[in-house]
């Protein structure tokens, strides 16, 4: 018996309201009720192979993303030229946008003060998953 | 047709998904309390290390090769075991879990696939979606899927996938005929010392060997065994485990525990998250056990054990009222003067909560709306949000987990960083 797991499920249960009145007459909603938007579903395409992270630090800010925020990665994606990964870089997580041209293979910070992370020949980049989302709360 | 698949060195494999220093590099897994080695990666393996071994044992050898020990993290491991699961339930209609790190597939009907493709293609989304590496066995009976997984596990030069069907005969032979008896499934530690006395050393041996004749010497089961050895399925596929009869929880304690105010925190605590599981099953207990003992590899120490049952008015799943049989219990066996080691509990006499018999006298029958709240607040919050003040609120006698990696995907505050 499996369940499939949410991974860190934001959970959004919302109850679905079906009117009970005694007597009187029904809700004229009820027919139209279609039950609940849930963010995982928005969020999430793979459930198995998605995966939450905290962003430390400043060097992605160019591309919208701030230290502390929460990034969905989604591994079972084929990583391309022009998508932000997360990567494996001396043995440590690294987000950063992929360029992947040519043959050649670099790791672009979005932030001046950080500088790409080439490839050369030999060297292998383990992508770890690819950033769908960014979550970040107001307060 | 029955596939077996495998996490490798599973626990050591969830760590390093999460932090990719660690590969490449000698690492062992080690039990509750930080006490004995309960899982390696291949560099430990290779350094000799055997399961179980205590920690303390190994330390000249950590210091000079670098072996790196975590304390067991379950809440990842089983994060990342359920998620492999779901993963590899797309692969067949038919699924039975069989451990955290391993689960059986129907094949029936995968005739037109090449399956050692199948199972390399298994592999690769394993290894993508989760960053595990698995090995796949292919076989025509349960035992030797298992087999099969074995081989797939052991010898490099199958990549990780064997389909023992599709051998030629001559070299499936000459496989089984290396492989030591005691590899398979359902011969274990206990039988193979005697089949080896008897000259059956090897799978092949005991696969040629008369079943009438291992009935007569040995038992039903292993003539059974011999029969999937020969490619005939005995055993099915079990898609849902059965209730549990019974529900165990216990633990040693991190330090001793000399008084029984600490003992009551502790069997109060395990009452607590056995009669969690037991509502999640959909069960009542009708009796509670209770067991304490001291440490009885201590030497010289004054040695005391003893457990006692105490049956239920009623049976019931509220953990008030299980706390309260197990500490009515756990004050008759309690003499002062000992150093405690370890307590435990068993809920025994389990029924259907769906169908109870009511009692000839009224008696309190607990409160399932409170249970049911204590039970979703600590799903979300974590286990223990929600407590008896029975179970203390800083236990000293609690488990040693020094070097615990963080819960990475099952706590918001221990997410993986990137920088």
Redesign the interface.
């Given at each position: 018996m499996i369940s499939i797991p949410t991974p860190n499920p934001l959970r959004l249960e919302r109850p679905l309201f079906l009117s009970r009145v005694p007597a009187g007459f029904p809700s004229p909603a009820e027919d139209y009720v279609e039950g609940a938007l849930d963010l995982n579903e928005h969020l999430i395409a793979h459930r198995e192979a998605t995966f939450f992270v905290r962003v430390k630090g400043q060097s992605m800010t160019g591309a919208g993303i701030a230290d502390g925020d929460l990034l969905v990665v989604d591994r079972s994606l084929e990583a391309g030229d022009g998508d932000i990964v997360v990567a494996v870089v001396d043995g440590e997580l690294t987000v950063k946008r992929l360029w992947r041209r040519g043959g050649r293979v670099r790791l672009l910070a979005e932030h001046p003060g950080y500088a790409p992370i080439e490839f050369k020949d030999g060297q292998e980049l383990t992508v770890w998953g690819v950033v769908t989302s960014i979550v970040r709360r107001m307060r | 047709m029955f596939a077996l698949i495998d996490g490798n060195n599973f626990y050591v494999s969830c760590e390093r998904v999460?932090?990719?220093?660690l590969?490449g590099r000698p690492v062992v897994v080690l039990s509750n309390n930080d006490g004995c080695v309960v899982a390696r990666s291949q560099e430990v393996k290779a350094l000799g290390v055997k399961m179980g071994v205590p920690w303390f044992q190994l330390r000249e050898l950590a210091k000079k090769h670098g072996i790196v020990a975590k304390s067991s993290n379950y809440s990842l491991y089983g994060?990342m075991s359920?998620?492999?699961?779901?993963?590899l339930?797309r692969y067949s209609p038919e699924?039975e879990?069989y451990s955290i790190d391993e689960c059986f597939l129907g094949m029936d009907g995968f005739a037109h696939l090449d399956l050692a493709a199948y199972g390399q293609e298994i592999r690769a989304r394993v290894r993508?979606?989760?960053?595990l590496p698995v090995c796949v066995g292919f076989g025509a009976t349960k035992t030797l899927a298992k087999l099969a997984n074995h081989v797939a596990k052991k010898r490099p030069e199958f990549g990780g996938v064997c389909d023992l069907a599709a051998l030629s005969a001559a070299a499936r032979d000459e496989l089984l005929e290396s492989i030591d008896v005691g590899e398979v499934w359902g011969v274990g530690y206990r039988g193979t010392p005697r089949l080896k006395s008897l000259g059956i050393d090897n799978v092949k041996a005991l696969r040629d060997a008369d079943p009438k004749w291992l009935r007569r010497e040995f038992s039903v089961v292993l003539e059974r065994t011999v029969a999937e050895l020969n490619g005939t399925p005995c055993i099915d596929i079990e898609?849902?485990?059965p209730a549990k009869q019974q529900i165990m929880s216990s633990r040693a304690f991190g330090a001793y525990v000399y008084d029984l105010a600490g003992l009551e925190e502790s069997v109060a605590t395990y009452v607590g998250r056995a009669a969690e599981k037991l509502r999640r099953q959909g069960s009542l207990a009708g009796a509670v056990q209770v067991y304490i003992r001291t440490n009885p590899f201590k030497e010289g120490h004054p040695q005391y054990q003893r457990g006692l049952t105490v049956p239920l008015a009623e049976p019931a799943d509220d953990t008030r009222l299980l706390v309260r049989a197990a500490l009515l219990g756990l004050r008759r066996l309690f003499k002062p003067g000992y150093a405690y080691q370890k307590a435990g509990v068993m809920l025994m006499d389990l029924t259907d909560a769906q169908h109870t018999q009511a009692a000839l006298f009224d008696t309190d029958r607990g409160n399932p709306a409170l249970m049911r709240v204590m039970d979703r607040v600590n799903a979300?919050w974590g286990r223990g949000t929600l407590r008896l003040a029975a179970e203390g609120v800083d236990p000293h006698w609690r488990m040693r987990r020094g070097m615990m990696s963080p819960c990475?995907?099952?706590?918001?505050a221990e997410?993986?960083?990137?920088?």
């Open positions: - | 999460f932090d990719p220093k590969d994060d359920a998620r492999m699961m779901a993963v339930g699924q879990v993508q979606w989760l960053g898609e849902a485990a979300y990475y995907t099952t706590r918001w997410l993986p960083r990137v920088s």
